[in-house]
């Protein structure tokens, strides 16, 4: 099984801040199979990225990704107060296909 | 525009079943996998199960094998997950999702359906 691990698990930063969000797996996989996932409370997980850094549709490109082999990056360049939420990173390379524990947000 | 309802949660007791529904619309239903994932109250995401486009690949997370079943009907649009001897630890949020296949990105998915299981 890939684990993945997210730091940190918490953040709390300012509006225009910039974030960098880290997701690690336990294993080299190829960077088309990891996906970024936003959720705020009380709704469903929402797709940023796929493919290690394509964005999804509707998605603000204030939102990048990136990395390779076992290291990867969410990053929001200028933070609004609508990115309050939970990120998490997903690994499709294979079965199971785990979530890391997500990121939690903050806006001060 | 798409969408994915999904239904039959509730409070069940332990060692009970209960099957989850997931009704798709707005797309090509066939032609998509879908995901279950639950999320346990205050807790973060956990793939429970997988269908391919067609119903020949099933994939179970190893929590679940053997108690729950993932089917669909593409006449019906709709994907099912059977959940059999369900325990405390089930309790959760259920979401359906999208891919394009099973090893894909989860790009649409579904308000989810609450699932309680106590005695």
């Known amino acids: 099984e890939i684990v993945l691990t997210q730091s940190p698990g918490t953040l709390s930063l300012s509006p225009g801040d910039r974030v960098t969000l880290s997701c690690r797996t336990s294993?080299?996989?190829?960077?088309?199979?990891l996906a970024w996932y936003q959720q705020k409370p009380g709704q469903a997980p929402r797709l940023l990225i796929s493919?290690?850094?394509s964005r999804a549709t509707g998605i603000p490109d204030r939102f990048s990704g990136s990395g390779s082999g076992t290291d990867f990056t969410l990053t929001i360049s200028r933070l609004e107060p609508e990115d309050s939420a939970v990120y998490f990173c997903?690994?499709?390379?294979?079965?199971?296909?785990?979530f890391g524990p997500g990121t939690k947000v903050e806006i001060k | 525009q798409v969408q994915l309802v999904e239904s039959g949660g509730g409070v069940v007791q332990p060692e009970r079943s209960l099957r989850l529904s997931c009704a798709a619309s707005?797309?090509?239903?066939?032609?998509?996998?879908i995901y279950w994932v639950r999320q346990a109250p205050g807790k973060g995401l956990e793939w429970v199960a997988v269908?391919?486009?067609?119903?020949?690949?099933?994939y179970y997370a190893e929590s679940v094998k053997g108690r729950f079943t993932i089917s669909r009907d593409n006449s019906e649009n709709t994907v099912f997950l059977q959940m059999d001897s369900l325990r405390p630890a089930d309790t959760a949020i259920y979401y359906c999702?999208?891919?394009?296949?099973?090893?894909?990105?989860?790009?649409?998915w579904g308000q989810g359906t609450p699932v309680t299981v106590s005695s």
């Open positions: 707005g797309f090509t239903f066939s032609s998509y996998a």
């Open positions: 997903q690994q499709y390379a294979s079965s199971p296909y785990t």
């Open positions: 999702a999208r891919a394009p296949e099973v090893r894909a990105a989860l790009n649409h």
């Open positions: 294993q080299t996989i190829n960077f088309i199979y």
């Open positions: 269908i391919s486009y067609d119903g020949g690949n099933k």
């Open positions: 493919a290690t850094s």
